[in-house]
């Protein structure tokens, strides 16, 4: 399974207008085959930061989406819309369950 974890931080007066373009496209994304989970959430902290949760199969299912004509907008865009450069990191990880508990 690959693991993305991606934050920007956006200009405060395009907050609404990267929140929109985020939820579409979390909402398209979710659709895509391998996508097991995509989510954004604003930072309580700093609540111009966006943060992206996702979980892919694979890598050939991250790769996939990634070059899907609506990603690349979205991130065009949402650089657009950036006070920050966005960041991204991508991890292998495999699912555990703790200790005497089952997976569900």
């Given at each position: 399974?690959?693991?993305?974890?991606?934050s920007v931080?956006?200009?405060?007066?395009k907050l609404q207008d990267a929140l929109a373009l985020a939820q579409e496209h979390v909402l398209r994304s979710r659709t895509e085959y391998g996508c097991i989970e995509h989510g954004v959430s604003q930072d309580?902290?700093?609540?111009?930061?966006l943060?992206?949760?996702e979980r892919w199969e694979s890598m050939q299912s991250l790769q996939a989406h990634f070059v899907v004509p609506a990603s690349r907008s979205f991130a065009?865009?949402?650089a657009g819309l950036a006070a920050e450069p966005p960041t991204m990191a991508l991890y292998e990880a495999s699912?555990?369950?703790p200790s005497g508990k089952s997976a569900a």
């Open positions: 399974m690959i693991v993305v974890l991606g931080k956006v200009q405060a007066s309580c902290e700093t609540p111009t930061r943060v992206f949760v065009k865009a949402l699912q555990i369950t």
